[in-house]
């Protein structure tokens, strides 16, 4: 069987990253999170005051884009984001990055970049890719397109227990207004809108387990393949 790009759209907080991570996990794939991305150029705007009271200094942005540089390591089984060589996997899950980085995703040079950064890692193929605009922007030929969704106060409980575990102070209010506030972004912005592709096949998981999710996705590929990948 060929290799192939499985590529996850879908509304925030719905566990795309989770379910690729899984996906990758079992088929001896590469995970690129490409939200993670995003939100790690959210970082690097909080960090040098490019957001300012929900403004953004877009000649500044540009002026440094060339300077975020960007890779994924793994370390102990887990692949973890790098900013400048800064390990960032906690920093980027704050309620503060999760606030703006809509905002600075519906940038055009800021896709451009990171897309095209995306398809360089991807050329081989064997990846499981996650974002909101995978399937219709950056690999719209994927052999395999799924689009995840999931009733809003079902994720907003979901990540309110993940800020819980970290210690983290959040109040399920806020995470409800974050979350619906990114729903409308995503959807309505001007570059790359979230929208689910054609060909895209729906899983709404707010009434299945992660472990049910991932045999669906699994049951479709070998419907789909007629068989599993098979690992390097």
């Known amino acids: 069987m060929k290799d192939i790009i499985i590529a996850i759209d879908g509304f925030s907080s719905c566990g795309k990253s989770t379910l690729a991570k899984e996906l990758a996990k079992n088929l001896n794939y590469t995970y690129l999170d490409t939200g993670a991305m995003y939100r790690a150029v959210t970082l690097f705007c909080l960090r040098n005051k490019i957001i300012n009271n929900g403004d953004i200094n877009i000649i500044k942005l540009k002026s440094l884009l060339d ?6 390591k793994l370390n102990i089984d887990k692949s973890e984001i790098y900013l400048n060589g800064e390990n960032i996997e906690n920093q980027i899950r704050s309620l503060e990055v999760s606030n703006s980085v809509s905002l600075i995703s519906s940038i ?5 970049q990171l897309v095209k950064h ?4 991807s ?4 990846i499981v890719i996650d974002g909101r605009d995978i399937g219709t922007v950056v690999f719209p030929n994927a052999e395999l397109k799924l689009f995840m969704t999931a009733d809003v106060n079902v994720r907003a409980k979901r990540r309110h227990q993940e800020y819980i575990d970290k210690g983290d102070t959040v109040s399920l209010s806020d ?8 729903d409308y972004l995503d959807q309505n912005r001007k570059e790359s809108p979230l929208k689910q592709a054609k060909d895209a096949i729906v899983l709404d998981n707010s009434n299945i387990n ?3 999710q991932l045999q669906f996705v699994m049951n479709l590929i070998i419907e789909k393949f007629g068989e599993i990948p098979k690992n390097k």
């Not at 050329?123 to 064997?126: I, M, T």
């Open 108 to 112: 055009k040079e800021v896709r451009e």
């Open 175 to 182: 995470i409800i207004k974050n979350i619906s506030e990114r």
């Open 210 to 212: 992660q472990k049910e």
């Open 118 to 121: 995306q398809q360089i890692i």
């Open 123 to 126: 050329k081989n193929k064997r």
């Open 67 to 72: 300077s975020i540089n960007i890779n994924f």
